[in-house]
């Protein structure tokens, strides 16, 4: 699993203001900042823009979102003024339920936003076990952990026999 990607730009300031508005469908905001570097996350920055001197290799990009989240991205990414790559829509060729919609950044790079769930799939029922994980239990009491036994204490003699022993002890 990626943990992050890094996108090198010539522009930077042009591709933080495309990206920070073509992925805000996404939730993604700018969440760290440095000269020549933007992060860019839901959550944690996932998504870095680098700046570079070098000629650039423009490439593609996929993010996964949900079916409406793909539609708001391209309207939001046009106005931010990405180029048309392929309207929302379903890509059959791809798999039955692959629907996407691609835009060409500033910069020429392909970025995607796809969704691959089945619309019509009905979620799983939520099993019992579910159920009662969701209602609210009380913890259980931990045993204390056991320990050596202490040896039972001798019992007490009885006073008669006390007396008993005490004058046997006196004679001797």
């Known amino acids: 699993m990626l943990d992050h990607i890094s996108l090198r730009v010539q522009?930077?300031?042009?591709?933080?203001?495309?990206?920070?508005?073509?992925?805000?469908?996404?939730?993604?905001?700018?969440?760290m900042e440095y000269p020549g570097a933007t992060g860019l996350g839901s959550g944690m920055p996932d998504f870095w823009l680098m700046t570079t001197e070098q000629p650039?290799?423009?490439?593609?990009?996929?993010?996964?979102?949900?079916?409406?989240?793909?539609d708001a991205f391209h309207a939001a990414a046009l106005a931010a003024g990405g180029t048309d790559n392929g309207p929302p829509g379903l890509r059959a060729d791809y798999h039955p339920h692959y629907y996407s919609a691609f835009v060409r950044?500033?910069?020429g790079n392909n970025v995607e936003v796809v969704c691959h769930d089945d619309p019509?799939?009905?979620?799983?029922?939520?099993?019992?076990?579910?159920?009662?994980?969701?209602?609210?239990?009380?913890p259980a009491v931990k045993a204390k952990p056991k320990t050596a036994k202490a040896k039972p204490k001798?019992?007490?003699?009885?006073k008669a026999k006390a007396k008993k022993l005490a004058a046997k002890k006196k004679r001797r």
């Open 154 to 158: 001798a019992k007490a003699k009885p």
């Open 120 to 138: 019509d799939a009905k979620p799983a029922p939520v099993k019992t076990a579910a159920r009662k994980s969701a209602r609210k239990v009380k």
């Open 56 to 70: 650039l290799n423009p490439t593609h990009l996929a993010f996964s979102a949900e079916r409406d989240v793909v």
């Open 105 to 107: 950044d500033p910069e």
């Open 11 to 31: 522009d930077h300031s042009r591709a933080v203001a495309f990206y920070r508005a073509a992925l805000a469908p996404l939730g993604y905001q700018v969440m």
